[in-house]
């Protein structure tokens, strides 16, 4: 993560006493289209979704790794 991007999560905390998580996010696009090509979309039509799929596979990741109270 860069240097920016700590300190602005950083602010959110303060300002708005949430909790915020930091998720890597380098290699969604690369997973995104995996799971694309193994359904058979073409590239072309990929470029039309791509970003969409990679958030949902950050959001997944997100909850797949927090945890659960009783």
């Not at 694309?36 to 790794?65: M, P, T, V, W, Y």
């Amino acid at each position: 993560m860069t240097r920016l991007s700590k300190l602005f999560a950083r602010r959110l905390e303060g300002r708005y006493r949430i909790n915020v998580v930091m998720v890597d996010e380098r290699y969604t696009t690369r997973s995104a289209r995996s799971a694309l090509d193994e359904l058979g979309i073409n590239r072309k039509q990929q470029d039309h979704f791509i970003d969409q799929i990679a958030a949902q596979h950050i959001l997944q990741s997100f909850f797949d790794h927090v945890p659960t109270t009783p």
